[in-house]
Protein backbone atom coordinates (compact mmCIF):
# COMPACT_ATOMS: atom_id res chain seq x y z
CA UNK A 1 0.00 0.00 0.00
CA UNK A 2 3.12 2.67 -0.50
CA UNK A 3 1.03 4.08 -3.50
CA UNK A 4 -1.28 4.87 -1.36
CA UNK A 5 -0.03 6.34 1.58
CA UNK A 6 2.13 8.31 -0.48
CA UNK A 7 -0.84 9.41 -2.46
CA UNK A 8 -2.68 10.37 0.88
CA UNK A 9 0.41 12.59 2.23
CA UNK A 10 0.58 14.50 -1.43
CA UNK A 11 -3.32 14.80 -1.01
CA UNK A 12 -3.29 16.01 2.70
CA UNK A 13 -0.70 18.86 1.46
CA UNK A 14 -2.61 19.70 -1.35
CA UNK A 15 -5.71 19.84 1.11
CA UNK A 16 -3.67 22.10 3.60
CA UNK A 17 -2.78 24.17 0.64
CA UNK A 18 -6.16 24.58 -0.81
CA UNK A 19 -7.96 25.55 2.62
CA UNK A 20 -5.30 28.44 3.38
CA UNK A 21 -7.08 31.15 2.36
CA UNK A 22 -10.13 30.19 4.10
CA UNK A 23 -8.07 29.53 7.54
CA UNK A 24 -6.98 32.67 7.17
CA UNK A 25 -9.58 33.95 8.16
CA UNK A 26 -11.29 31.99 10.56
CA UNK A 27 -14.46 31.61 12.56
CA UNK A 28 -17.48 32.51 11.57
CA UNK A 29 -18.59 35.96 10.69
CA UNK A 30 -22.36 36.50 12.49
CA UNK A 31 -23.03 33.81 14.62
CA UNK A 32 -21.44 32.63 17.92
CA UNK A 33 -20.60 28.56 17.79
CA UNK A 34 -20.83 28.46 21.45
CA UNK A 35 -24.54 29.07 21.19
CA UNK A 36 -25.10 25.52 19.57
CA UNK A 37 -23.07 23.56 21.89
CA UNK A 38 -26.16 22.88 23.90
CA UNK A 39 -27.70 21.07 20.77
CA UNK A 40 -24.46 18.78 20.84
CA UNK A 41 -24.45 18.55 25.12
CA UNK A 42 -28.04 16.78 24.26
CA UNK A 43 -27.00 14.25 22.10
CA UNK A 44 -23.92 13.57 23.75
CA UNK A 45 -26.56 12.75 27.05
CA UNK A 46 -30.03 11.52 25.35
CA UNK A 47 -28.41 7.84 24.44
CA UNK A 48 -26.03 5.33 25.37
CA UNK A 49 -22.97 5.41 22.75
CA UNK A 50 -23.20 2.87 20.82
CA UNK A 51 -19.93 2.64 19.00
CA UNK A 52 -16.68 4.78 18.88
CA UNK A 53 -15.47 5.66 15.97
CA UNK A 54 -12.53 8.26 14.97
CA UNK A 55 -14.09 11.13 17.00
CA UNK A 56 -16.07 10.06 20.02
CA UNK A 57 -18.96 11.99 21.48
CA UNK A 58 -16.25 13.51 24.26
CA UNK A 59 -14.76 15.83 21.26
CA UNK A 60 -17.89 16.01 18.92
CA UNK A 61 -18.23 19.21 20.14
CA UNK A 62 -14.69 20.50 19.39
CA UNK A 63 -14.90 18.38 16.13
CA UNK A 64 -18.08 19.97 14.56
CA UNK A 65 -17.06 23.55 15.54
CA UNK A 66 -13.59 23.11 13.73
CA UNK A 67 -15.51 21.41 10.75
CA UNK A 68 -19.35 22.30 9.90
CA UNK A 69 -21.20 25.58 9.15
CA UNK A 70 -23.03 27.29 11.21
CA UNK A 71 -26.57 27.33 11.25
CA UNK A 72 -29.24 29.46 12.74
CA UNK A 73 -32.98 30.08 12.14
CA UNK A 74 -36.32 30.44 14.20
CA UNK A 75 -37.75 27.12 13.93
CA UNK A 76 -36.26 25.00 16.41
CA UNK A 77 -36.68 21.52 14.90
CA UNK A 78 -34.70 22.80 11.73
CA UNK A 79 -32.00 23.84 13.76
CA UNK A 80 -31.44 20.59 16.08
CA UNK A 81 -31.62 18.61 12.96
CA UNK A 82 -29.07 20.22 11.27
CA UNK A 83 -26.72 19.87 13.78
CA UNK A 84 -27.91 16.22 14.72
CA UNK A 85 -27.21 15.57 11.44
CA UNK A 86 -23.52 16.67 11.52
CA UNK A 87 -23.46 14.99 14.65
CA UNK A 88 -24.78 11.35 13.18
CA UNK A 89 -22.18 12.06 10.22
CA UNK A 90 -19.27 12.70 12.59
CA UNK A 91 -19.71 9.06 14.19
CA UNK A 92 -19.73 7.25 10.61
CA UNK A 93 -15.59 8.35 10.27
CA UNK A 94 -13.64 5.56 10.88
CA UNK A 95 -9.94 5.82 10.84
CA UNK A 96 -8.13 2.39 9.23
CA UNK A 97 -4.50 1.55 8.64
CA UNK A 98 -5.24 3.20 5.53
CA UNK A 99 -6.94 6.14 6.53
CA UNK A 100 -10.29 7.43 7.11
CA UNK A 101 -13.50 5.60 5.41
CA UNK A 102 -17.30 6.98 5.84
CA UNK A 103 -19.60 3.78 7.00
CA UNK A 104 -23.23 3.50 6.53
CA UNK A 105 -24.25 1.15 9.21
CA UNK A 106 -22.17 1.60 12.66
CA UNK A 107 -22.84 -1.73 13.26
CA UNK A 108 -21.10 -4.42 11.10
CA UNK A 109 -22.67 -5.79 8.07
CA UNK A 110 -21.79 -9.22 6.86
CA UNK A 111 -22.50 -7.98 3.26
CA UNK A 112 -20.07 -4.98 3.63
CA UNK A 113 -16.71 -4.51 2.16
CA UNK A 114 -13.25 -4.22 4.10
CA UNK A 115 -13.98 -1.86 7.10
CA UNK A 116 -17.72 -2.40 6.93
CA UNK A 117 -17.63 0.10 3.79
CA UNK A 118 -20.65 0.00 1.66
CA UNK A 119 -21.25 1.41 -1.60
CA UNK A 120 -24.69 2.33 -1.81
CA UNK A 121 -24.52 5.66 -0.29
CA UNK A 122 -21.32 6.80 -1.41
CA UNK A 123 -22.98 9.27 -3.56
CA UNK A 124 -24.94 10.80 -0.56
CA UNK A 125 -21.78 11.10 1.40
CA UNK A 126 -20.09 13.03 -0.61
CA UNK A 127 -22.69 15.20 -1.18
CA UNK A 128 -23.26 16.04 2.43
CA UNK A 129 -19.38 16.07 3.34
CA UNK A 130 -18.49 18.43 0.65
CA UNK A 131 -19.27 21.04 3.10
CA UNK A 132 -16.78 19.91 6.08
CA UNK A 133 -14.32 22.05 6.07
CA UNK A 134 -11.93 19.71 6.38
CA UNK A 135 -12.29 17.32 3.44
CA UNK A 136 -9.68 14.77 4.21
CA UNK A 137 -11.95 12.51 5.26
CA UNK A 138 -13.84 12.41 1.90
CA UNK A 139 -10.67 12.32 0.18
CA UNK A 140 -9.76 8.80 2.05
CA UNK A 141 -12.85 7.09 2.12
CA UNK A 142 -12.68 7.61 -1.98
CA UNK A 143 -9.22 6.58 -2.36
CA UNK A 144 -9.66 3.82 -0.27
CA UNK A 145 -12.96 2.54 -2.29
CA UNK A 146 -10.90 3.06 -5.86
CA UNK A 147 -7.44 2.07 -4.34
CA UNK A 148 -7.46 0.29 -1.23
CA UNK A 149 -7.43 -3.18 -2.77
CA UNK A 150 -3.82 -3.66 -3.16
CA UNK A 151 -3.58 -0.51 -5.81
CA UNK A 152 -7.26 -1.34 -7.40
CA UNK A 153 -11.14 -0.87 -6.62
CA UNK A 154 -12.52 -2.57 -3.41
CA UNK A 155 -14.04 -5.89 -4.54
CA UNK A 156 -17.38 -4.52 -3.47
CA UNK A 157 -17.08 -1.07 -4.91
CA UNK A 158 -19.72 -2.08 -7.95
CA UNK A 159 -22.35 -4.10 -6.22
CA UNK A 160 -24.61 -0.88 -5.80
CA UNK A 161 -25.62 1.54 -8.63
CA UNK A 162 -22.83 4.79 -8.07
CA UNK A 163 -23.26 8.20 -8.81
CA UNK A 164 -20.30 8.93 -7.71
CA UNK A 165 -18.36 10.68 -10.21
CA UNK A 166 -21.32 12.84 -10.67
CA UNK A 167 -20.96 13.37 -6.64
CA UNK A 168 -16.98 13.90 -7.04
CA UNK A 169 -17.69 16.49 -9.76
CA UNK A 170 -20.18 18.46 -7.65
CA UNK A 171 -18.02 18.20 -4.79
CA UNK A 172 -14.89 20.43 -6.88
CA UNK A 173 -17.58 23.06 -7.83
CA UNK A 174 -17.42 23.73 -3.49
CA UNK A 175 -14.05 22.75 -2.81
CA UNK A 176 -12.23 23.65 -6.44
CA UNK A 177 -9.64 20.77 -5.67
CA UNK A 178 -8.48 20.38 -9.17
CA UNK A 179 -5.85 18.13 -8.84
CA UNK A 180 -8.12 15.70 -6.90
CA UNK A 181 -10.16 15.49 -9.00
CA UNK A 182 -8.15 15.08 -12.30
CA UNK A 183 -6.51 12.29 -10.28
CA UNK A 184 -9.44 10.51 -10.08
CA UNK A 185 -10.36 10.63 -13.49
CA UNK A 186 -8.79 7.37 -14.37
CA UNK A 187 -10.57 5.30 -11.60
CA UNK A 188 -13.78 7.19 -12.76
CA UNK A 189 -13.39 6.23 -16.13
CA UNK A 190 -12.62 2.70 -15.96
CA UNK A 191 -15.70 2.76 -13.51
CA UNK A 192 -18.06 3.88 -16.18
CA UNK A 193 -16.74 1.22 -18.37
CA UNK A 194 -17.33 -1.60 -15.83
CA UNK A 195 -20.67 -0.68 -15.60
CA UNK A 196 -21.15 -0.18 -19.93
CA UNK A 197 -19.55 -4.16 -20.06
CA UNK A 198 -21.53 -5.60 -17.30
CA UNK A 199 -25.29 -3.45 -17.08
CA UNK A 200 -25.63 -1.97 -21.01
CA UNK A 201 -28.30 -3.08 -23.08
CA UNK A 202 -28.10 -3.06 -26.91
CA UNK A 203 -30.60 -0.25 -26.94
CA UNK A 204 -28.22 1.48 -24.46
CA UNK A 205 -29.86 1.92 -22.10
CA UNK A 206 -29.06 0.45 -18.37
CA UNK A 207 -30.23 -2.50 -16.42
CA UNK A 208 -30.32 -2.93 -13.02
CA UNK A 209 -32.05 -5.47 -10.06
CA UNK A 210 -33.48 -3.43 -6.97
CA UNK A 211 -30.93 -5.03 -4.36
CA UNK A 212 -28.45 -3.24 -6.93
CA UNK A 213 -30.19 0.23 -6.68
CA UNK A 214 -30.20 0.01 -2.96
CA UNK A 215 -34.29 -0.64 -3.43
CA UNK A 216 -34.56 -4.61 -2.62
CA UNK A 217 -38.53 -4.46 -2.62
CA UNK A 218 -40.13 -2.36 -4.99
CA UNK A 219 -43.95 -2.08 -6.80
CA UNK A 220 -42.02 -1.98 -10.47
CA UNK A 221 -39.66 -5.38 -9.96
CA UNK A 222 -38.55 -7.21 -7.81
CA UNK A 223 -35.07 -8.53 -6.23
CA UNK A 224 -33.44 -10.42 -8.69
CA UNK A 225 -35.62 -8.64 -11.89
CA UNK A 226 -33.51 -7.17 -14.53
CA UNK A 227 -35.31 -3.85 -15.44
CA UNK A 228 -34.52 -0.43 -16.97
CA UNK A 229 -34.94 1.71 -14.09
CA UNK A 230 -34.80 5.88 -14.14
CA UNK A 231 -31.86 5.17 -11.40
CA UNK A 232 -29.07 3.44 -12.92
CA UNK A 233 -29.88 5.57 -15.96
CA UNK A 234 -29.76 9.45 -14.78
CA UNK A 235 -27.09 7.83 -12.14
CA UNK A 236 -24.80 6.67 -15.10
CA UNK A 237 -26.14 10.01 -17.50
CA UNK A 238 -24.81 12.02 -14.48
CA UNK A 239 -21.72 10.44 -14.49
CA UNK A 240 -21.24 10.87 -18.04
CA UNK A 241 -21.75 14.63 -17.92
CA UNK A 242 -19.03 15.02 -14.95
CA UNK A 243 -16.78 12.62 -16.76
CA UNK A 244 -17.02 15.26 -19.59
CA UNK A 245 -16.39 18.20 -17.72
CA UNK A 246 -13.44 16.61 -15.98
CA UNK A 247 -12.03 15.65 -18.95
CA UNK A 248 -12.31 19.26 -20.36
CA UNK A 249 -10.63 20.33 -17.31
CA UNK A 250 -7.76 17.96 -18.03
CA UNK A 251 -7.72 19.60 -21.52
CA UNK A 252 -9.19 15.98 -22.65
CA UNK A 253 -11.14 17.24 -25.50
CA UNK A 254 -11.70 14.09 -27.30
CA UNK A 255 -12.40 12.24 -23.81
CA UNK A 256 -14.68 15.05 -22.93
CA UNK A 257 -16.27 14.91 -25.98
CA UNK A 258 -16.99 11.01 -26.05
CA UNK A 259 -18.46 11.46 -22.63
CA UNK A 260 -20.94 14.51 -23.56
CA UNK A 261 -21.75 12.13 -26.49
CA UNK A 262 -22.65 9.24 -24.61
CA UNK A 263 -24.73 11.78 -22.19
CA UNK A 264 -26.86 12.98 -24.69
CA UNK A 265 -27.39 9.66 -26.29
CA UNK A 266 -28.57 8.63 -22.65
CA UNK A 267 -30.69 11.48 -22.51
CA UNK A 268 -32.29 10.67 -25.59
CA UNK A 269 -33.26 7.35 -24.24
CA UNK A 270 -34.32 7.98 -21.04
CA UNK A 271 -37.12 10.43 -22.30
CA UNK A 272 -37.91 8.18 -25.48
CA UNK A 273 -38.07 4.86 -23.70
CA UNK A 274 -38.97 5.76 -19.97
CA UNK A 275 -41.18 8.79 -19.91
CA UNK A 276 -44.36 7.18 -20.01
CA UNK A 277 -46.76 9.82 -21.82
CA UNK A 278 -50.03 8.39 -20.24
CA UNK A 279 -48.73 8.82 -16.60
CA UNK A 280 -47.06 11.72 -17.12
CA UNK A 281 -43.64 10.40 -15.21
CA UNK A 282 -40.45 8.21 -15.60
CA UNK A 283 -41.54 5.00 -15.29
CA UNK A 284 -39.47 1.77 -14.74
CA UNK A 285 -39.64 -0.63 -18.05
CA UNK A 286 -39.74 -4.29 -17.69
CA UNK A 287 -37.15 -7.05 -19.35
CA UNK A 288 -34.33 -4.45 -19.32
CA UNK A 289 -35.82 -2.37 -21.37
CA UNK A 290 -37.54 -4.58 -24.12
CA UNK A 291 -40.78 -5.03 -22.41
CA UNK A 292 -43.63 -3.24 -21.05
CA UNK A 293 -43.55 0.38 -18.42
CA UNK A 294 -44.18 -1.48 -14.95
CA UNK A 295 -47.56 0.94 -15.17
CA UNK A 296 -46.50 2.79 -11.39
CA UNK A 297 -45.17 5.75 -10.44
CA UNK A 298 -42.28 5.80 -8.37
CA UNK A 299 -39.65 7.84 -6.50
CA UNK A 300 -37.35 7.12 -8.51
CA UNK A 301 -39.26 8.99 -11.20
CA UNK A 302 -37.90 12.12 -10.00
CA UNK A 303 -33.99 11.06 -10.36
CA UNK A 304 -33.72 12.65 -13.92
CA UNK A 305 -34.08 15.85 -11.73
CA UNK A 306 -31.47 15.41 -9.49
CA UNK A 307 -29.08 15.35 -13.14
CA UNK A 308 -30.56 18.23 -14.66
CA UNK A 309 -31.79 15.70 -17.28
CA UNK A 310 -35.24 16.04 -17.52
CA UNK A 311 -36.69 18.97 -19.06
CA UNK A 312 -39.58 21.47 -19.09
CA UNK A 313 -41.79 19.11 -21.04
CA UNK A 314 -41.69 16.34 -18.27
CA UNK A 315 -42.34 18.97 -15.45
CA UNK A 316 -46.26 17.62 -14.86
CA UNK A 317 -44.06 14.61 -13.04
CA UNK A 318 -43.86 17.35 -10.05
CA UNK A 319 -47.51 17.42 -9.70
CA UNK A 320 -46.96 13.59 -7.80
CA UNK A 321 -45.00 15.17 -5.27
CA UNK A 322 -47.60 17.54 -3.86
CA UNK A 323 -50.78 15.26 -4.36
CA UNK A 324 -52.38 13.38 -1.36
CA UNK A 325 -52.63 10.44 -4.10
CA UNK A 326 -49.40 10.68 -4.83
CA UNK A 327 -46.49 10.85 -3.23
CA UNK A 328 -47.35 13.35 -0.44
CA UNK A 329 -47.74 11.75 2.78
CA UNK A 330 -48.21 13.01 6.37
CA UNK A 331 -44.56 11.82 7.28
CA UNK A 332 -42.74 12.43 4.24
CA UNK A 333 -42.65 11.27 0.75
CA UNK A 334 -43.65 7.98 -0.33
CA UNK A 335 -41.32 5.85 -2.40
CA UNK A 336 -44.54 4.86 -5.00
CA UNK A 337 -47.55 6.55 -5.50
CA UNK A 338 -50.66 5.91 -2.28
CA UNK A 339 -53.25 5.16 -4.95
CA UNK A 340 -51.55 2.41 -6.02
CA UNK A 341 -53.64 -0.95 -5.72
CA UNK A 342 -50.52 -2.68 -4.46
CA UNK A 343 -48.82 -0.20 -2.03
CA UNK A 344 -47.49 -1.19 0.83
CA UNK A 345 -48.57 -4.90 0.29
CA UNK A 346 -44.93 -6.35 0.68
CA UNK A 347 -45.57 -6.85 4.70
CA UNK A 348 -42.85 -5.05 6.77
CA UNK A 349 -39.96 -4.53 7.61
CA UNK A 350 -37.33 -6.52 5.28
CA UNK A 351 -36.67 -3.49 3.69
CA UNK A 352 -39.91 -3.09 1.30
CA UNK A 353 -39.29 -0.07 -1.12
CA UNK A 354 -43.51 -0.17 -1.49
CA UNK A 355 -44.41 3.44 -0.66
CA UNK A 356 -42.75 3.49 2.72
CA UNK A 357 -40.75 6.61 3.43
CA UNK A 358 -36.95 6.06 2.40
CA UNK A 359 -34.78 8.99 3.47
CA UNK A 360 -31.86 7.79 0.65
CA UNK A 361 -35.15 8.72 -1.75
CA UNK A 362 -36.35 11.77 0.05
CA UNK A 363 -32.86 13.37 -0.25
CA UNK A 364 -32.40 12.30 -4.09
CA UNK A 365 -36.32 13.62 -4.90
CA UNK A 366 -35.68 17.09 -2.68
CA UNK A 367 -32.26 17.54 -4.62
CA UNK A 368 -34.03 17.56 -7.82
CA UNK A 369 -36.93 19.61 -6.58
CA UNK A 370 -34.32 22.03 -6.21
CA UNK A 371 -32.68 21.70 -9.05
CA UNK A 372 -36.04 22.13 -11.26
CA UNK A 373 -36.94 25.46 -8.80
CA UNK A 374 -33.32 27.04 -10.00
CA UNK A 375 -34.23 26.47 -13.37
CA UNK A 376 -36.48 28.92 -15.62
CA UNK A 377 -40.08 28.73 -15.38
CA UNK A 378 -40.88 25.60 -12.41
CA UNK A 379 -44.36 26.46 -13.43
CA UNK A 380 -45.82 22.90 -11.41
CA UNK A 381 -43.55 23.60 -8.28
CA UNK A 382 -43.11 26.59 -6.02
CA UNK A 383 -40.94 27.05 -3.67
CA UNK A 384 -43.58 26.44 -1.02
CA UNK A 385 -43.83 22.91 -1.94
CA UNK A 386 -39.64 22.26 -1.37
CA UNK A 387 -40.85 24.29 2.16
CA UNK A 388 -43.29 21.65 3.11
CA UNK A 389 -41.41 18.59 2.35
CA UNK A 390 -38.29 19.77 3.50
CA UNK A 391 -40.43 20.78 6.99
CA UNK A 392 -42.09 16.81 6.85
CA UNK A 393 -38.19 15.81 6.40
CA UNK A 394 -37.89 17.64 9.57
CA UNK A 395 -40.48 16.43 11.76
CA UNK A 396 -39.75 12.61 10.31
CA UNK A 397 -35.75 12.74 11.97
CA UNK A 398 -37.79 11.95 15.34
CA UNK A 399 -38.31 8.80 17.30
CA UNK A 400 -39.93 8.80 20.81
CA UNK A 401 -39.33 12.46 21.46
CA UNK A 402 -35.71 12.40 20.21
CA UNK A 403 -33.95 13.30 17.27
CA UNK A 404 -33.27 10.14 15.07
CA UNK A 405 -32.12 8.79 11.81
CA UNK A 406 -32.80 5.34 10.57
CA UNK A 407 -33.64 3.42 7.58
CA UNK A 408 -37.78 3.62 6.49
CA UNK A 409 -40.07 4.82 8.30
CA UNK A 410 -44.42 4.78 8.19
CA UNK A 411 -45.57 7.64 6.02
CA UNK A 412 -48.80 7.57 8.04
CA UNK A 413 -47.70 7.65 11.62
CA UNK A 414 -43.53 8.49 11.50
CA UNK A 415 -42.88 5.22 12.97
CA UNK A 416 -39.16 4.06 12.39
CA UNK A 417 -39.79 0.19 10.95
CA UNK A 418 -36.58 -0.37 12.54
CA UNK A 419 -36.70 1.71 15.18
CA UNK A 420 -35.95 -0.85 17.75
CA UNK A 421 -33.08 -2.73 15.83
CA UNK A 422 -29.31 -1.13 16.50
CA UNK A 423 -28.89 -1.14 12.51
CA UNK A 424 -30.84 0.96 12.28
CA UNK A 425 -29.84 3.96 14.40
CA UNK A 426 -28.05 7.05 12.71
CA UNK A 427 -28.10 5.24 9.72
CA UNK A 428 -26.36 6.90 7.12
CA UNK A 429 -28.12 6.54 3.55
CA UNK A 430 -29.29 10.25 2.86
CA UNK A 431 -27.71 14.05 2.70
CA UNK A 432 -29.96 16.62 4.77
CA UNK A 433 -27.87 18.96 5.82
CA UNK A 434 -26.61 19.67 1.83
CA UNK A 435 -30.19 20.54 0.97
CA UNK A 436 -30.45 23.23 3.96
CA UNK A 437 -26.92 24.73 2.46
CA UNK A 438 -28.02 24.23 -1.35
CA UNK A 439 -31.86 24.47 -0.74
CA UNK A 440 -33.14 26.31 1.59
CA UNK A 441 -30.52 28.74 1.96
CA UNK A 442 -29.80 28.69 -1.45
CA UNK A 443 -26.13 28.51 -2.58
CA UNK A 444 -25.78 26.93 -5.28
CA UNK A 445 -22.44 25.64 -5.96
CA UNK A 446 -20.71 26.53 -9.54
CA UNK A 447 -17.41 25.28 -11.32
CA UNK A 448 -16.94 29.20 -12.97
CA UNK A 449 -15.99 31.62 -9.84
CA UNK A 450 -19.72 33.71 -9.85
CA UNK A 451 -21.24 33.27 -6.30
CA UNK A 452 -25.11 32.93 -7.18
CA UNK A 453 -27.53 32.54 -3.81
CA UNK A 454 -31.28 31.24 -4.05
CA UNK A 455 -32.74 30.50 -0.92
CA UNK A 456 -35.56 28.53 -1.40
CA UNK A 457 -37.64 29.97 1.35
CA UNK A 458 -41.28 31.45 1.59
CA UNK A 459 -41.03 35.14 1.58
CA UNK A 460 -43.51 35.44 4.67
CA UNK A 461 -42.23 32.04 6.57
CA UNK A 462 -39.04 33.02 8.91
CA UNK A 463 -38.10 36.80 9.42
CA UNK A 464 -34.61 35.64 9.60
CA UNK A 465 -31.83 32.73 9.25
CA UNK A 466 -28.16 32.96 9.06
CA UNK A 467 -25.63 30.23 7.54
CA UNK A 468 -22.11 31.18 8.18
CA UNK A 469 -18.80 30.19 8.36
CA UNK A 470 -19.08 28.31 5.12
CA UNK A 471 -15.98 26.88 3.08
CA UNK A 472 -16.14 27.81 -0.57
CA UNK A 473 -13.91 28.16 -3.59
CA UNK A 474 -11.20 29.03 -1.08
CA UNK A 475 -13.35 31.70 0.53
CA UNK A 476 -15.70 32.28 3.42
CA UNK A 477 -19.26 32.76 2.78
CA UNK A 478 -21.98 34.13 5.27
CA UNK A 479 -26.04 34.25 4.27
CA UNK A 480 -27.93 36.12 6.20
CA UNK A 481 -31.35 36.77 6.35
CA UNK A 482 -33.06 39.44 8.61
CA UNK A 483 -36.37 40.96 6.97
CA UNK A 484 -35.97 44.26 9.03
CA UNK A 485 -32.33 44.15 10.43
CA UNK A 486 -33.38 43.80 14.20
CA UNK A 487 -32.10 40.38 14.66
CA UNK A 488 -29.04 40.05 13.36
CA UNK A 489 -28.22 44.21 13.56
CA UNK A 490 -26.33 43.66 9.96
CA UNK A 491 -28.74 45.55 7.90
CA UNK A 492 -31.99 44.57 6.45
CA UNK A 493 -33.44 41.92 3.85
CA UNK A 494 -30.72 39.15 2.30
CA UNK A 495 -27.06 39.89 2.59
CA UNK A 496 -24.30 37.60 0.95
CA UNK A 497 -20.86 38.35 2.65
CA UNK A 498 -17.63 37.19 1.35
CA UNK A 499 -14.32 36.89 4.26
CA UNK A 500 -17.00 38.84 6.57
CA UNK A 501 -17.47 41.95 3.86
CA UNK A 502 -20.93 42.29 2.26
CA UNK A 503 -20.94 41.30 -1.52
CA UNK A 504 -23.99 41.31 -2.51
CA UNK A 505 -27.83 41.91 -0.97
CA UNK A 506 -31.40 42.05 -2.32
CA UNK A 507 -34.31 43.76 -0.12
CA UNK A 508 -36.45 40.00 -0.11
CA UNK A 509 -35.53 36.66 -0.74
CA UNK A 510 -34.54 36.21 -4.52
CA UNK A 511 -31.53 35.17 -6.19
CA UNK A 512 -28.49 37.31 -5.67
CA UNK A 513 -25.60 36.44 -8.26
CA UNK A 514 -22.34 37.87 -6.98
CA UNK A 515 -19.02 38.34 -9.78
CA UNK A 516 -15.80 38.49 -8.77
Same mark, same amino acid.
Given at each position: ???????????????????????????????K????R???????????????????????????????????????????????? #?????????????????????????? @????????? @??????????????Q????????????????G??????????????????R????????????????L???????????R? $????? #?????????? $?????????????PT????????????????????????S?????????????????? #???????????????????????????????????????????????????????????????R??????????????????????????????? @???????????????????????????????????I???????????????? $?????????????????????????????????P?????? #??????????Y??K????I????????????????????????? @????S??????
Amino acid at each position: MGYLKTGLGVMFAAVAALTGCARKTTGPAVLKAEDYRHHVAYFNRMEGENKVNAIPNAQSWEWMKANVPLFDCPQDNFREIYYYR #WWTYRKHIHNTPQGFVITEFLVDRNY @ADKYNMISC @ALGHHIYEGRWLHDQRYLNDNVHIWYRGNNGGRMKKLLNFSSWTADALYNRYKVTQDKAFLLDMLPDLDSEYKAWEKDRRT $ESGLF #WQTDVKDGME $ESLSGGRREQNARPTINSYMYGNAKALSAVASLKGDQAMSNLYQSKADTLKRLVDSKL #WNADSAFFETVKKRGNGPFAGVREAIGFIPWYFELAEEKHDAAWKQAADPTGFNAPFGLTTAERRHPEFRTHGCCQCEWDGAVWPFATAQTLTGL @ANRLNAPKPAQVADTTYFGLLEKYVESQYYRGKPYIGEYLDEKTGYWLKGDQ $ERSRYYNHSTFNDLIITGLVGLRPRADEVIEVNPLLPQDK #WDWFCLDDVHYHGKRLTIIWDRDGSHYQKGKGLQVLVNGKKAGS @AETISRILINP
